[in-house]
């Protein structure tokens, strides 16, 4: 039986079966064949299968699909080779220690933990604070941790999540959110709030940037009812560089965070939870629990390391880029595609899309041929997902190169001549 895997058209090899218990039978070379199909298949993502009318054309690939999609460079790949490592599901992993002290420093928490991915760092970190199943979780209704990551905080923990419209900034309607903390209290009807999350930079606005003021005011109104307030900080670096303040400033205003490793810094795997040392203690019991517990996880680690080192000199100039590209694209002034330069405040762009599907433009701009490596002189695929009916988002990342900018701004022209006024 084969498997047709979601969003590509390549078939899945068969795994062999055992059907004998002797290497001498022939199972052994056939699985190991067997395995050495399979690791040569890949799935096809969305919107990189196919080339359109140009499929004998050579064509540049600029990948603005998610800044997931970086691929380790020279100095984290002999980071990574070279890692001391140790236990650190025993705590015995020494690069892995050296990443959670700087980590704890870097944003002025007690504590911070280890974990495999920003996904379970989040449901750690509700988990953590919502030890009472039934406990409300509110949040926005376009949030990471709302639409993307399966319901796990009820799935898995039994906390009840209750999402609130997200204004224009990412933000929450403060108001609203007092209104929200206060219906459960002494009511024997409602679940009581114990939570509230809040996602900086907020992915489903286009990397907007929470003001500090404004985690201030929630933080403020959160202690004032005896709830706590969690930050997804995947892209929590991205927002310290476009505020151009440490990151424990934005921290301060938190009772817990968590940091992806795996976006802007580039690392191809890793995340941190940061908190007070007790709830690091429980956070450590959580994972464990959750399978998240690793190994020679110092290999990770020192990715990380580089990723974090790095920092200033690449968050910095991904934001540029994005810049460069949404002014490219609003000078261009089609009537098909438009961006509020407003907005762009890191290293994402929202384009509005008017007159065709956002599906079809993405195919338009994936398509190469004959007539733009004329017209253009190179023949370019870029790469990206819609993001609603009327919307697709680009996303830089340290894989996209100034120059590769350009290419993208032009690839984007062409496609637009084509379309017609």
């Given at each position: 039986?084969?498997?047709?895997?979601?969003?590509?058209?390549?078939?899945?090899?068969?795994?062999?079966?055992?059907?004998?218990?002797?290497?001498?039978s022939?199972?052994?070379p056939a699985m190991?064949?067997?395995?050495?199909?399979a690791?040569?298949?890949?799935?096809?993502?969305?919107?990189?299968?196919?080339?359109?009318?140009?499929a004998?054309?050579?064509?540049?690939?600029?990948?603005?699909r998610?800044?997931?999609?970086?691929?380790?460079?020279?100095?984290?790949?002999?980071?990574?080779?070279?890692?001391?490592?140790?236990?650190?599901?025993?705590?015995e992993?020494?690069?892995?220690?050296e990443?959670?002290?700087?980590?704890?420093?870097?944003?002025?928490?007690?504590?911070?933990l280890f974990?495999?991915?920003?996904?379970m760092a989040?449901?750690?970190s509700?988990?953590c604070?919502c030890?009472?199943?039934?406990s409300?979780?509110?949040?926005?209704?376009e949030?990471?941790l709302?639409?993307y990551?399966?319901?796990?905080?009820?799935?898995?923990?039994g906390?009840?999540?209750h999402?609130?419209p997200?204004?224009?900034h990412g933000?929450l309607?403060?108001?609203?959110?007092?209104?929200?903390?206060?219906?459960g209290?002494?009511?024997?009807?409602?679940?009581?709030?114990?939570?509230?999350?809040?996602?900086?930079?907020h992915?489903s606005?286009?990397?907007?940037?929470?003001?500090?003021?404004y985690l201030?005011?929630?933080?403020?109104?959160a202690?004032?009812?005896?709830?706590?307030?969690?930050?997804?900080?995947?892209?929590l670096?991205?927002?310290?560089?476009?505020?151009?303040?440490p990151?424990?400033?934005?921290?301060?205003?938190?009772?817990?965070?968590?940091?992806?490793?795996?976006?802007?810094?580039?690392?191809?795997?890793?995340a941190?939870v940061?908190?007070?040392?007790?709830?690091?203690e429980?956070?450590?019991?959580?994972?464990?629990a959750l399978?998240?517990g690793m190994r020679?996880?110092g290999?990770?680690?020192?990715a990380?390391?580089?990723?974090l080192?790095?920092?200033?000199?690449?968050?910095p100039?991904?934001h540029?880029n994005a810049w460069?590209?949404?002014?490219?694209?609003?000078?261009?002034a089609?009537p098909?595609?438009?961006?509020?330069?407003a907005?762009?405040?890191?290293n994402?762009?929202m384009v509005?899309?008017?007159?065709?599907?956002?599906?079809e433009?993405?195919?338009?701009?994936?398509?190469?041929?004959?007539?733009?490596?004329?017209?253009t002189g190179?023949?370019?695929?870029?790469?990206?997902?819609?993001?609603?009916?009327?919307?697709?988002?680009?996303?830089?990342?340290?894989?996209?190169?100034?120059?590769?900018?350009?290419?993208a701004?032009?690839?984007w022209?062409?496609?637009l001549r084509?379309l017609?006024?």
């Amino acid at each position: 039986m084969s498997v047709k895997p979601r969003g590509g058209n390549r078939v899945a090899p068969r795994h062999p079966r055992w059907e004998g218990s002797g290497w001498g039978s022939g199972v052994a070379p056939a699985m190991l064949r067997g395995l050495a199909q399979a690791a040569g298949w890949r799935p096809v993502a969305l919107w990189t299968r196919g080339s359109g009318s140009g499929a004998g054309v050579p064509a540049h690939v600029v990948d603005l699909r998610s800044d997931t999609v970086t691929k380790p460079g020279p100095a984290m790949r002999r980071a990574m080779a070279e890692a001391v490592v140790g236990d650190d599901d025993y705590g015995e992993d020494p690069t892995v220690r050296e990443l959670q002290e700087k980590a704890a420093k870097l944003l002025g928490v007690d504590q911070t933990l280890f974990v495999p991915t920003n996904t379970m760092a989040n449901l750690i970190s509700v988990m953590c604070h919502c030890q009472r199943r039934g406990s409300q979780l509110l949040l926005g209704q376009e949030c990471h941790l709302h639409v993307y990551e399966q319901g796990g905080v009820a799935q898995i923990a039994g906390v009840h999540s209750h999402p609130l419209p997200d204004l224009p900034h990412g933000t929450l309607d403060l108001a609203e959110l007092e209104r929200m903390v206060t219906r459960g209290l002494g009511s024997p009807y409602h679940p009581v709030c114990e939570l509230i999350c809040l996602e900086n930079t907020h992915s489903s606005s286009g990397g907007r940037v929470l003001p500090i003021d404004y985690l201030r005011q929630v933080h403020l109104l959160a202690r004032s009812y005896g709830v706590r307030v969690h930050l997804d900080g995947a892209r929590l670096m991205n927002a310290a560089v476009a505020l151009q303040v440490p990151p424990a400033r934005i921290v301060e205003h938190c009772d817990s965070v968590s940091l992806c490793f795996s976006k802007g810094l580039g690392a191809p795997a890793g995340a941190l939870v940061g908190g007070p040392k007790d709830f690091i203690e429980e956070a450590w019991r959580l994972r464990k629990a959750l399978g998240g517990g690793m190994r020679q996880s110092g290999v990770l680690a020192a990715a990380a390391l580089v990723g974090l080192a790095d920092v200033e000199k690449v968050l910095p100039r991904d934001h540029q880029n994005a810049w460069r590209f949404a002014k490219g694209l609003q000078e261009l002034a089609s009537p098909v595609c438009s961006v509020d330069l407003a907005a762009v405040e890191t290293n994402m762009v929202m384009v509005r899309v008017d007159g065709l599907p956002p599906e079809e433009l993405c195919r338009r701009l994936q398509a190469v041929s004959a007539d733009e490596m004329a017209q253009t002189g190179h023949a370019v695929r870029v790469l990206l997902f819609p993001w609603s009916e009327r919307s697709v988002r680009a996303v830089w990342h340290r894989d996209v190169s100034a120059q590769d900018t350009e290419l993208a701004l032009k690839k984007w022209g062409f496609v637009l001549r084509q379309l017609g006024p």
